[in-house]
């Protein structure tokens, strides 16, 4: 039997800066809008929401941010994170590719979200913030804020979707453990989750509906700002220390990926370990595929526009570029819950438009089945999100054997599935459907998008 082995690196050697894609790309990506006037916003305008710090590095093109010390001492409780050559998966499925993964499911809440949580609340806490608001899905980011919240003694109030809410109470109680607020959205403590529930009493959530509550609130108070698990510049930047370590890594392990796979929901783990190897792909370093994987139900790059958009249902952000299903679409109750979102990171869908890297959707019920056999063979359950990561890893893994090609397979694990059990019971029960998305729907959705004089 072949054996899996994983590559560790010394806590020394975790990356002492993050990695800017802005400054090696060839065309900046299109500017951020404010939804009332149509001008690009200003650093000025984002002040309510965020601390300084943070939006200088939403706008920055500085190519490495140094990663303030008291963050990186705390990215000591699990990383230098592993990279896994995953031999009996290999194995298991006959192929001669090298199949590699790097874990994120070590953090304290299971997925790659500390990451940024940790930056943020450090940022927050440092120009003297109390209180972050923010939204979640399936859990995830608001139990890595809450964690992150707890070490700098800040309050978090988390507003959860609200079929999340429902689906997994663990979540919750990880939040409450970590001393956060969590509240199901819509809720009636916003005039946009009150607006929500006036048209549709039994809405089940969406993020963007959750976001526009978190947004909502922290506008109202000076001690209050928002924080953002996905999407947004910092964030990707926050998560690159992945990709980092990935190379270092893949070096040890003495491979260099031809294919370099994340799960795409509004892009940060996907970027995070995607936007080092896309630098060296611009800088002829590298020709790996890059893919992003999203679910078939919230199918953004692969079926939406690329056109200006709101982040939020309630059109409380400013107006971004993206790849969009329209911020009016509720995408169907899947499992992978921190898939659900209308729109993707402006910096992942401007790459795909550059060529950089490809997009491509899956149903529910071919992740959970390559998510089975990854925990068969390698032993970590992955997170329902991880799942479409997994599976594309195998479906190249499965092409390559086809084709008898030795090729090398990158994957980002971004979490593990121990908080969503109920939905491998509901996969083993037969109660699992794959969720095709409502086309009227959507297409009402995408005839309602903004429309923006600059395009
Ligand atoms: C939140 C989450 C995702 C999706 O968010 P991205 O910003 O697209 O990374 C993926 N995997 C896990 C485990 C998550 O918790």
Not at 3 to 23: G, Q
Request: with cysteine.
């Amino acid at each position: 039997m072949a054996e899996s082995k994983k590559f560790l690196l010394p806590e020394n050697r975790i990356p002492k800066s993050w990695y800017n894609v802005a400054a090696d790309l060839p065309t900046p990506p299109p500017a951020v809008l404010h939804p009332g006037t149509g001008q690009p916003v200003g650093p000025g305008d984002l002040a309510p929401l965020f601390p300084m710090a943070v939006i200088m590095q939403e706008v920055s093109s500085e190519r490495w941010i140094e990663i303030p010390e008291p963050v990186r001492d705390i990215y000591r409780l699990w990383r230098p994170s592993p990279l896994v050559r995953a031999s009996r998966l290999e194995k298991a499925l006959d192929t001669p590719a090298h199949i590699y993964f790097k874990y994120e499911g070590v953090s304290p809440s299971g997925s790659h979200k500390p990451n940024t949580a940790v930056a943020q609340a450090f940022y927050n806490k440092q120009e003297g913030v109390k209180r972050l608001t923010t939204e979640t899905g399936a859990g995830q980011w608001g139990s890595s804020l809450a964690f992150a919240g707890s070490l700098f003694g800040l309050e978090v109030e988390v507003y959860m979707v609200k079929v999340s809410y429902e689906q997994k109470p663990y979540r919750r109680a990880l939040m409450e453990t970590y001393g956060a607020k969590c509240i199901a959205s819509p809720s009636n403590l916003t005039a946009s989750g009150r607006a929500v529930l006036a048209q549709n009493p039994n809405s089940t959530g969406s993020l963007g509906i959750a976001i526009s509550e978190a947004v909502e609130l922290a506008a109202q108070r000076d001690d209050t700002k928002y924080s953002l698990g996905s999407v947004l510049n910092h964030v990707l930047l926050h998560q690159t220390v992945i990709g980092l370590e990935a190379q270092e890594q893949m070096a040890m392990a003495g491979d260099d990926p031809d294919i370099v796979i994340g799960c795409a929901g509004g892009g940060s783990n996907f970027a995070g370990l995607a936007f080092p190897y896309v630098g060296d792909k611009i800088k002829g370093k590298s020709k790996a595929r890059i893919i992003a994987v999203e679910p078939a139900s919230c199918p953004t790059l692969t079926r939406g526009h690329y056109a200006y958009d709101f982040g939020d249902t309630g059109h409380l952000t400013p107006l971004v570029k993206m790849h969009t299903l329209g911020s009016t679409f509720v995408p169907s109750p899947i499992h992978a819950g921190g898939l659900r979102y209308h729109g993707m990171a402006p910096m992942v869908s401007h790459v795909k438009e550059l060529g950089l890297v490809e997009a491509r959707a899956y149903g529910q019920l071919d992740c959970f089945a390559a998510a089975v056999q990854f925990a068969r063979s390698e032993g970590i359950v992955p997170a329902p999100e991880s799942s479409h990561a997994v599976k594309a890893a195998v479906d190249e893994a499965l092409r390559c054997k086809k084709e008898g090609r030795a090729e090398t397979i990158l994957f980002n694990l971004s979490g593990h599935g121990h908080f969503d059990m109920g939905a491998f019971t509901a996969y083993f029960t037969g109660q699992l459907r794959d969720e095709p998305y409502d086309q009227v729907a959507l297409e009402a959705a995408l005839a309602a998008l903004p429309k923006v004089a600059a395009e």
